[in-house]
């Protein structure tokens, strides 16, 4: 005997050189405890990397009603999905999985505990789209915004950069926070992704089409690259410490980092964050602080689940490694401290431009000095490259990936100078 419960929606959405989106609201035929929904049609679209398929369940104690739901994936097996590991409503279940670009259709199955009926079902089928596809029309260069901090802003993707198409909109009402913690995540979505900025796009429409927030959780996101994508608008609060978020700001790394570790591009491009953000509001990346959102003693650089709610974001690997990113934190901290040019004997004999720069800079020395090295360093102190001081007019940094480095100049006698350069 089969009861079908009824309630068919279909909504296609095209933009021209746009991401694609079709919300289906689901039905189901019943057999005993087991609910199959419609055959839900998937196109196949070109100059796109997959399809993100989206499930949203409601009803009144959710998680207590239903056992298991499962996905048909392009070979016809049954593939479990688990609720969103973010979410705190028991009354929801919720997340996302990637289809194959090349899948025709699929369903969903859901086995129950007893009969009821959902107060809101449907699936959402997103098309990111290539960003190099999406990038024709789009030349925007990253941004880099300066900072009256002693520690650089790193270079970031603009919202227009990583949505070509300009219309993953923005949070219309964003709230100010005081920043007082900076807590890490990971998205736990593939770490095979390769083009990072189309996974940000379906983070976006996740967020926002099937989570109905009113834009990405976090603040940041990094990829493995070590890129850094603006999301929700700095120092505005966010949707991402469990409903704790005032006076935090998040910073997600991009993939599952259960037992995986972060790339060390990832790792510097974080550390590097921390520390501008730290030094940007001033906050000491080694304290214990009380936060009052969640009544609890929070470290200043925390992990998501350090909220308490039972989440294993951002993962055991990255989470172990949070107390070697509080202390590399500060080192670039102080050493942002040692890298001004304003108290220096030698800012007045030797200077740089134009900075930030795209392929070269000029120095401009004063004929009293005798210059012994020259040098650049990530922020993290790495030694990067050393220069010929024969040629030590012109400097080529046309190898340097963008993002904020450290020019050591010393001379004969010991003196030293360090600016701050920035390649964009």
Not at 295 to 321: E, F, Q
Not at 326 to 354: F, H, Q, V, W
Request: hydrophobic share 35%; glycine share 4%.
């Amino acid at each position: 005997m089969k009861n079908i419960i009824i309630f068919v929606c279909y909504l296609f959405v095209l933009n021209l050189n746009a991401q694609i989106s079709k919300n289906y609201n689901l039905e189901f035929s019943k057999n005993n405890l087991t609910l199959i929904s419609q055959t839900i049609l998937i196109d196949e679209v070109d100059d796109n990397p997959y399809i993100s398929l989206s499930i949203f369940l409601e009803s009144e104690e959710i998680d207590k009603k239903i056992k298991k739901v499962y996905y048909l994936d392009s070979a016809n097996n049954w593939i479990a999905i688990e609720s969103d590991h973010e979410l705190e409503n028991s009354n929801l279940f919720i997340n996302h999985i990637d289809l194959l670009r090349t899948q025709k259709q699929t369903r969903i199955k859901i086995v129950v505990d007893n009969d009821f009926i959902f107060s809101k079902s449907f699936v959402r089928l997103y098309y990111p789209m290539d960003t190099a596809f999406l990038l024709k029309e789009n030349k925007e260069n990253y941004k880099n915004v300066t900072t009256n901090c002693n520690c650089p802003r790193p270079t970031t993707q603009t919202r227009s950069q990583w949505c070509p198409s300009n219309n993953c909109t923005p949070n219309p009402n964003p709230i100010p926070t005081n920043v007082k913690f900076l807590i890490v995540h990971h998205t736990a979505t593939p770490n095979s992704d390769t083009d990072w900025a189309a996974r940000v796009r379906q983070i976006w429409d996740y967020h926002v089409n099937t989570r109905g927030w009113s834009d990405i959780g976090y603040n940041f996101l990094i990829d493995p690259n070590g890129i850094i994508y603006d999301a929700r608008e700095d120092d505005t609060k966010g949707a991402h410490f469990s409903g704790h978020n005032s006076e935090t700001s998040g910073i997600s790394l991009l993939g599952t980092y259960t037992s995986l570790s972060p790339s060390t591009a990832m790792q510097n491009s974080l550390k590097e964050f921390l520390a501008w953000k730290a030094c940007d509001r001033s906050i000491d990346v080694l304290a214990t602080v009380y936060h009052s959102s969640s009544s609890l003693n929070l470290h200043t650089v925390a992990g998501h689940r350090d909220s308490g709610s039972g989440t294993v974001c951002p993962g055991n690997t990255v989470y172990n490694l949070l107390p070697n990113f509080r202390t590399a934190t500060n080192t670039i901290m102080n050493n942002c401290s040692t890298a001004s040019i304003g108290n220096n004997e030698l800012t007045d004999k030797i200077s740089i431009y134009p900075n930030p720069t795209k392929d070269k800079i000029t120095l401009k020395i004063d004929d009293t000095i005798e210059v012994k090295t020259i040098e650049i360093y990530s922020v993290i102190g790495l030694l990067i490259k050393k220069y010929s001081v024969a040629n030590k007019e012109k400097l080529d940094v046309q190898d340097l990936e963008s993002g904020t480095y450290l020019l050591k100049i010393e001379t004969k006698n010991h003196q030293k100078i360090i600016f701050k350069l920035v390649k964009v």
